[in-house]
């Protein structure tokens, strides 16, 4: 039971990678706080886990939100061991010129600012117990990626920005890593496949852009997370771990 016993917040828990990784976390003993902004969702998402594990609704780009929601977590368990800042959005798929004010805001608040939100309500409660924080990155904030100029500068932010947190807090015996995936299977990458210019060939396409030769589903990127919040990854930190089945190493040939 690599987590027995640890309180892990996370956003974006009700579905995706999130939902993936909560029950993974579950599964190592760790008591799952999930949050999303369909409160409905998290509460089932939880109830599903079992007794021990919470779930309701915020939204991460509003400050109080989070501040009441961390709050609601210690009042439970009176204890906070680990963040796990999931939660994001990857639509709208424009080049950046047609992108608007509205749609950069709210990539940069969900995906973004949320991080400053979390930690700022949950590094005295982190400090405590000596944990640790995960950031869900992309590997597109690596290498990029056509017509999603402002998806990956949230995911490029957020490397650097979980490499910059590490050196702040390893005083305190706080790591902090980010998961970078490419292509996995979840609702919201089935909605980015729907926008699409082609999306009947979009499946052989992420198949292909992974070297293992698949594109996966969240239980592999939930594994990885749970070894990054474990004692077994203690001495890692500022880590940004790809898991994409090879894909920044070069794509397969097809033909």
């Known amino acids: 039971m690599l987590l027995q016993d640890k309180v892990i917040f996370l956003t974006g828990g009700s579905t995706g990678i999130g939902l993936d990784c909560a029950k993974a976390y579950a599964a190592e003993g760790a008591k799952v706080a999930l949050v999303a902004r369909n409160g409905a969702l998290a509460e089932q998402a939880a109830a599903d886990l079992g007794p021990d594990h919470l779930g309701f609704a915020c939204d991460v780009s509003i400050d109080a939100d989070v501040k009441s929601a961390i709050d609601r977590v210690l009042a439970r368990f009176g204890r906070l061991d680990a963040i796990h800042n999931n939660a994001g959005i990857a639509t ?9 004010d509205d749609e950069w805001d709210a ?4 995906n973004l600012k949320s991080v400053l939100h979390t930690t700022r309500h949950g590094i005295a409660s982190l400090r405590e117990t000596r944990g640790c924080i995960l950031n869900t ?8 990626q056509e017509i ?3 998806y990956t500068a949230t995911k490029g932010g957020m490397n650097t920005l979980t490499k910059s947190m590490a050196l702040d807090y390893a005083a305190d015996g706080i790591r902090v890593n980010a998961v970078c995936p490419a292509g996995t299977w979840t609702p919201m ?10 999306p009947a060939g979009i499946s052989k396409y992420l198949d292909d852009i992974h070297p293992l030769g698949h594109c996966p589903e969240g239980d ?6 749970v070894f990054l919040l474990s ?3 203690r001495f ?12 920044e190493i070069g794509y397969r040939r097809t033909c």
């Open 220 to 225: 592999v990127i939930a594994d990885a997370c």
């Open 231 to 233: 004692e077994k990854s």
């Open 148 to 150: 999603h100029a402002a």
């Open 189 to 198: 990458l089935r909605v980015w496949a729907a926008e699409q210019p082609d």
């Open 137 to 144: 990155s992309s590997l597109v904030g690596v290498i990029g």
């Open 92 to 100: 709208p798929s424009k080049p950046l010129h047609e992108t608007s």
């Open 107 to 110: 990539l940069f608040n969900i």
């Open 236 to 247: 890692i930190t500022g880590h940004i771990m790809h898991v994409s089945g090879g894909a």
